[in-house]
Nanobody, 119 residues
Framework: VQLQAYGGGLVQAGGSLRLSCAAS????????MGWYRQAPGKRREFVAA???????SYADSVKGRFTISSDNAKNTVYLQMNSLKPEDTAVYYC??????????????WGKGTQVTVSS
């Protein structure tokens, strides 16, 4: 399974960015897709996730500002980030949890995309 993320960049505080991540490869189905981020000197942290059924969850720090959505037909997850703050600056990683054809649960990570918010 490969994950290809798009949409990172540099934006001023208060601005918006939209990340997308497409999963490709051979698998039975996707359980969940989501985003994590890692700022310099900090641990990777959960940002948001969406299940195949459409249930969403968010870190408290992004609730009300970020919106996660998915297109199941395209195996793609989106993260709309509004009202960005300098503390949102990080490398954002796409994550997917899948069920393989052999009925195993597996997790995969994308390479990460840089989001920089200037003050």
């Amino acid at each position: 399974v490969q994950l290809q993320a798009y949409g990172g960049g540099l934006v001023q505080a208060g601005g918006s960015l939209r990340l997308s991540c497409a999963a490709s490869g051979t698998f039975f189905r996707i359980h969940m897709m989501g985003w994590y981020r890692q700022a310099p000197g900090k641990r990777r942290e959960f940002v948001a996730a969406v299940t195949s059924g459409g249930s969403t969850s968010y870190a408290d720090s992004v609730k009300g500002r970020f919106t996660i959505s998915s297109d199941n037909a395209k195996n793609t997850v989106y993260l709309q980030m509004n009202s960005l703050k300098p503390e949102d600056t990080a490398v954002y990683y796409c994550h997917v949890s899948i069920l393989t054809l052999g009925s195993r649960d597996m997790n995969y990570w994308g390479k990460g995309t840089q989001v920089t918010v200037s003050s």
